[in-house]
C-alpha cells in the first residue's frame, strides 16, 4: 500500500508505545485497528470535549466511535445514530465506584440537516450545551455546525480512498486526528 508522500504516517502499534496521536496520520489497516484507535483518543477525551468525525458513508466513523466508548468506558453498544439523532451512552461506575467520568452523546448532525428546520434550532433542541459540561459530543456529519459547543474541539478525518486506491479489498483507512480552534467563521450569525 502507498503511504502519502507529504505526510508522516503512523500505526495504531507505534500510537500504543507512546506515539503522540494529536496531528498524526494513522494508517490502520483493520477494523479491530480502526476500533483500537477510537479507544486511544476515548481514553484521552474528558467531560465537555467535542469530537468531529469526518469522512464519507461507510469510513468508519461509527466503528471509531465504538472504539471511543470503550476508551471512555461508557455503556450500550454503539450503533449509528442515523434514526435516533442522538444517543447517550452513560458511564459505567468503577471499581472505586467513581461515578464522575463523562457520558457519550453520539450525534448524527446529518439528520439535524435533513430535517428542514434550522439546523441551529434542532441542535439547540437537544439541549447539547447544556448536557456538555458532563459529557462528550461525538458527532458524525458534524462540520460547520457542531463547532459552536466548543472553543476547542477534535478533528477526526476518515479517509478510506486512498487505501482503496491501491488494494479495493482492503479494509484500511487513513485516520487523522487535530485539536482545532474554532473561529469565527464556524459560528453561525442570526
Given amino acids: ?17 507512546g506515539a503522540d496521536l494529536l496531528g498524526a496520520t494513522v ?15 476515548g481514553e484521552l477525551l474528558v467531560a465537555g470535549d467535542v ?8 469510513a468508519g466513523k461509527t466503528t471509531l466511535t465504538g472504539g471511543l466508548a470503550r476508551g471512555m468506558g461508557v455503556t450500550g453498544r ?3 445514530p ?3 439523532i442522538a444517543r447517550v ?4 461506575p468503577t471499581a472505586n465506584g467513581d461515578h464522575n467520568r463523562p457520558a457519550l452523546i453520539h450525534v448524527d448532525a446529518y439528520r439535524l440537516q435533513e430535517t428542514g428546520e434550522d439546523p441551529m434550532d434542532v441542535l439547540e433542541s437537544l439541549d ?4 456538555l459540561p458532563d459529557s462528550v459530543v461525538v458527532a458524525e456529519w458534524g462540520d460547520g455546525m457542531m463547532e459552536q ?12 480512498e486512498r487505501a482503496v486506491k491501491d488494494n479495493p479489498e482492503s479494509e484500511a483507512r487513513y485516520i487523522r486526528v487535530e485539536k482545532r480552534r474554532a473561529t469565527e467563521s464556524d459560528i453561525p450569525r442570526d
Avoid at 500500500?1 to 508505545?17: F, K, Q, R
Avoid at 494508517?27 to 486511544?40: K, N, P, R, Y
Wanted: aromatic fraction near 8%.
Fill in 1 to 17: 500500500m502507498g503511504e502519502p508522500t507529504n505526510d508522516a504516517v503512523v500505526t495504531v502499534d507505534e500510537l500504543a508505545s
Fill in 27 to 41: 494508517l490502520c489497516d483493520s477494523v479491530a485497528e480502526t476500533q483500537q484507535l477510537g479507544e486511544l483518543l
Fill in 51 to 58: 469530537v468531529l468525525l469526518h469522512g464519507p458513508l461507510g
Fill in 78 to 80: 454503539v450503533t449509528s
Fill in 82 to 84: 442515523t434514526f435516533t
Fill in 89 to 92: 451512552h452513560k458511564p459505567k
Fill in 128 to 131: 447539547l450545551d447544556w448536557q
Fill in 149 to 160: 459547543l466548543s472553543p476547542e474541539y477534535y478533528y477526526v478525518d476518515i479517509d478510506r
